[in-house]
């Protein structure tokens, strides 16, 4: 992919956002990427590739926001990052000239979403990749379930240092007593040094979600933490 995209725009720079994303799981992919956008220059090509459906008959989707561009397959992928980046303008890539005539079955990456985002970073106008799409693309992320004595939550993302990132926002986080995930009852806390070194706990972390940590070590390991995980957050009393 990179090598296409380089063929194609020889100055752009590329920037590995991740290639940790549990596969197949295209809610986690778009939290990964709409967590970045903001800091990244205006009009950054944001390109997406978890694409369970490769091969079928889903459309490949190229859309401008207010601050990028994204790329990536009509799967809900990029309903996230439409939703917060939008109004968006959105639509269907189509084929040559911008695509090669032969495409893999297996790997659309390379074949079709490289390749757009490798013209579009040169310029070349939206409209000119296909028609437009006229259904409402922005769905939010699936938020946190209010109950009278808790929120009900999940992760949506497992890091590289093993914290599992729930859908829980830190505005909630005055009204949490405690959260609960894996049958274990663990404090909100003001910084990973609340606890004791090998011990669990939730913090209000640095991506606008509440996330549960292991100080010095991994709540994926600890508590068997995996994306699309139950967590429940105990309301103040």
């Known amino acids: 992919m990179k090598g296409v995209i380089l063929s194609i725009a020889p100055a752009a720079r590329l920037v590995d956002l991740s290639h940790e994303v549990t596969p197949f799981h295209t809610e986690q992919a778009a939290f990964v990427v709409a967590q970045a956008v903001p800091h990244f220059p205006a009009d950054t090509v944001h390109l997406v590739v978890v694409d369970p459906g490769v091969g079928t008959e889903r459309r490949a989707l190229a859309a401008r926001g207010r601050h990028a561009c994204y790329v ?3 799967n809900g992928v990029l309903g996230p990052l439409l939703a917060g980046d939008g109004p ?15 495409r893999s079955a297996t790997f659309h990456g390379r074949d079709v979403f490289a390749p757009t985002a490798a013209h579009l970073a040169r310029g070349v106008p939206l409209e000119a990749f296909g028609p437009p799409v006229a259904e409402n693309l922005a769905v939010p992320f699936a938020p946190a379930t209010e109950h009278p004595d808790r929120w009900e939550a999940q992760v949506l993302h497992v890091d ?8 829980l926002p830190n505005a909630l986080a005055e009204t949490i007593a405690a959260v609960e995930v894996a049958g274990r009852r663990l404090p909100l806390c003001g910084s990973y040094s609340d606890v004791e070194r090998g011990e669990p706990g939730a913090v209000a972390g640095s991506v606008d979600r509440i996330e549960v940590f292991v ?12 994306v699309g995980m139950r967590v429940n957050a105990r309301k103040r009393a």
């Not at 100080?215 to 995996?226: T, Y």
């Open 88 to 102: 968006a303008a959105v639509h269907a890539v189509g084929h040559p000239p911008f695509l090669p005539a032969a």
């Open 72 to 74: 990536g397959p009509d």
């Open 215 to 226: 100080r010095e070590g991994s709540a994926r390991d600890l508590l068997g933490g995996v």
């Open 160 to 167: 590289r240092f093993g914290n599992l990132i729930t859908n």
